[in-house]
């Protein structure tokens, strides 16, 4: 079974600070992997997603996350924060041998930015 | 735009009660899913569906029960309320790329 791995579960940034929010999977086989968030009082949603090709994947916000497989690592960043990303951030992993696109779940990174 | 409809917001419940928790999508999503969201827990597959009819425990099924009588409805079922069941639940259902779109959540508190 796939497990998920976010490495801080709090991170409090002053706005135009530089983020990176690591994630990490244990999962041998083909993998699909996402990032969501959920603003203050919103449903969860997706932020980007990789599936194949380009390691690097660009989402909505200015937000990019890097697929490196030999660290079976999904990290995202974004260079420059705003007040407005304050959010819970989840990392998600998907393996394909899985009936139904069954998702395992980070814990979540609570960010909170400081205007 | 995808859209997945919780029933309820909030939902306040008495310990011991059958509590029903409906979910309905719009784009004709063969799979659906049923999560609870606890602080520092991040997201609990409870129960998921592949198909009307079709269910399978998830991670943490004890207490709960699911419907799937027609394709764009799936119905989450608390038994017999209790309190370390208050949560947030989250339905879901994905697109055949495998990506989820979530409902606005139900907040339950049994008491």
């Known amino acids: 079974a796939q497990s998920v791995s976010q490495h801080n579960h709090h991170v409090i940034l002053s706005e135009a600070a530089s983020l990176e929010l690591g994630c990490n999977y244990s999962y041998g086989g083909t993998v699909n992997l996402f990032w969501y968030v959920q603003y203050p009082g919103q449903h969860l949603q997706l932020l980007l997603k990789?599936?194949?090709?380009?390691?690097l994947v660009k989402g909505i916000k200015g937000f990019e996350a890097e697929f490196i497989k030999s660290k079976f690592s999904f990290n995202l960043r974004k260079p420059s924060v705003q007040w407005s990303d304050t959010a819970e951030y989840f990392c998600?992993?998907?393996?394909?041998?899985?009936?139904?696109?069954?998702?395992?779940f980070g814990d979540g990174t609570t960010l909170t930015v400081k205007p | 735009d995808v859209k997945v409809t919780q029933s309820s917001r909030y939902l306040v419940k008495r310990t011991g009660e059958k509590v029903f928790l409906e979910c309905v999508q719009d784009m004709d999503h063969e799979n659906m899913f049923w999560y609870r969201q606890d602080p520092g827990l991040g997201l609990r597959l409870i129960y998921f569906?592949?198909?009307?009819?079709?269910?399978e425990k998830g991670d943490i099924p004890e207490g709960y029960s699911v419907s799937r009588e027609k394709k764009e409805r799936f119905s989450l079922i608390l038994e017999s309320a209790s309190t370390n069941q208050t949560s947030m639940y989250l339905c879901a259902s994905i697109d055949f790329r495998l990506e989820a779109f979530f409902g606005q959540g139900t907040r339950l508190t049994v008491v």
């Open positions: 990789y599936f194949s090709g380009d390691p």
């Open positions: 569906s592949y198909d009307v009819k079709m269910k």
């Open positions: 998600a992993v998907t393996a394909l041998n899985t009936n139904a696109g069954k998702s395992t």
